[in-house]
């Protein structure tokens, strides 16, 4: 074999390597369910946050538990996490801490999720759709730490693993992004119809990502 094409396909297969590129219209796909499927984002800057909008894209059947987004200290397992309970029920966790939003049920639909959380009031708004659902608070005072190991499509209960199958997503997820402040309403509005509002921690544009297992990055079906 061509000593340059071996070199290529040892980059390409050597773990923790992450491809970086335009995901624009794409979608991470999740067919079956899996312990070992997910998808590791990594993020240009990684600092102590007090305040945070997280704004994704999911595409699902399941009607068991789930998670959406997990970001982890070595400290904190839970330090950020978008979780499904049920049909109709969100938490949101910050510092380890839940609120719990009832969310109208939508089945076989694309759903728009953001994730909005100041230190300052402790105040978390939870935008399903681009409509807002009841303001809860949450860590008040408390800030986030900073690196993190952020994943897609699993919970974390170390850093970086204790996965469980039975809390992983099967289906789409896509349009990924995160800033270090909260986003105003008309914002949030505008991204849930695909408006742009330049992210500064992850922009689902320039994507810096890792995927494991049964895992494709495919066109969004939801374009």
């Known amino acids: 074999m061509d000593k340059l094409l071996l070199c290529l396909l040892v ?3 050597f773990p923790g390597a992450f491809f970086q590129g335009n995901t624009s219209g794409k979608a991470f796909v999740f067919p079956t369910e899996s312990d070992n499927s997910y998808v590791t ?3 240009p800057v990684q600092k102590p946050l007090k305040a945070f909008t ?14 959406l987004f997990s970001f982890a200290t070595k400290a904190q397992y839970n330090e950020i996490l978008l979780f499904s309970e049920k049909p109709g029920l969100y938490s949101v966790s910050v510092g380890g801490s839940d609120a719990y939003f009832k ?7 694309p759903r728009h999720f953001c994730v909005t959380w100041e230190s300052q009031t402790g105040i978390t708004e939870l935008w399903v759709d681009g409509k807002p659902m009841v303001r809860m608070s949450l860590k008040k005072g408390y800030t986030v730490g900073s690196e993190a190991s952020i994943i897609l499509g699993q919970e974390q209960d170390s850093f970086g693993g204790g996965f469980n199958k039975n ?8 349009d990924v992004n995160m800033w270090d402040f909260v986003l105003p309403p008309e914002e949030i ?9 330049t992210p500064n921690v992850l922009n689902w544009e320039e994507l810096k990502y890792e995927t494991r297992g049964e895992v494709f990055l495919k066109d969004q079906l939801w374009v």
């Open 11 to 13: 980059i390409v297969n």
């Open 41 to 43: 984002l990594s993020a």
């Open 54 to 67: 997280l704004c994704l894209q999911v595409y699902t059947a399941l009607t068991r538990s789930y998670s």
């Open 103 to 109: 969310v109208p049920e939508a089945f076989y639909t």
């Open 167 to 174: 809390q992983a997503l099967v289906g789409d997820i896509g």
């Open 189 to 197: 509005r505008a991204v849930s119809t695909n408006g742009v509002s």
